[in-house]
Nanobody, 125 residues
Framework: EVQLVESGGGSVQAGGSLRLACTTS????????IGWFRQAPGKRREGVSC?????????YYAESVKGRFTISRDNAKNTVYLQMNSLEAEDTATYYC?????????????????WGKGIQVTVAS
């Protein structure tokens, strides 16, 4: 059974930081590009970030988070992290871990087949 489980969400004040983690099971983790989407109430789902498979030598970010968010992976722990700094009220959303995110960032289509349940991030203005 394939599972992607998010952790590390919560509530912070604007300007604060959170680190999300996505821990997977049931897949050969290192073979997948893993990333994050988010969705706020009344808004469309949007891609946030993605890291390529294996050594993670390629990373992708939405323009709205460049310079503030950093994605990384630890293959030994089957985990991808999203370090979120300088958080803004506009970052408030449910964040979803997904694979294979490269289908979106590289090929431009929504080919992700595995999704986590989602985790809430709330940033007070």
């Amino acid at each position: 059974e394939v599972q992607l489980v998010e952790s590390g969400g919560g509530s912070v004040q604007a300007g604060g930081s959170l680190r999300l983690a996505c821990t997977t099971s049931g897949i050969t983790f290192a073979h997948f590009a893993i990333g994050w989407f988010r969705q706020a109430p009344g808004k469309r789902r949007e891609g946030v970030s993605c890291i390529s498979d294996h050594d993670g030598n390629r990373t992708y970010y939405a323009e709205s988070v460049k310079g503030r968010f950093t994605i990384s992976r630890d293959n030994a722990k089957n985990t991808v992290y999203l370090q979120m700094n300088s958080l803004e009220a506009e970052d408030t959303a449910t964040y979803y871990c997904t694979a294979d995110c490269a289908t979106y960032w590289v090929a431009g289509y929504y080919g992700m087949v595995y999704w986590g349940k989602g985790i809430q991030v709330t940033v007070a203005s």
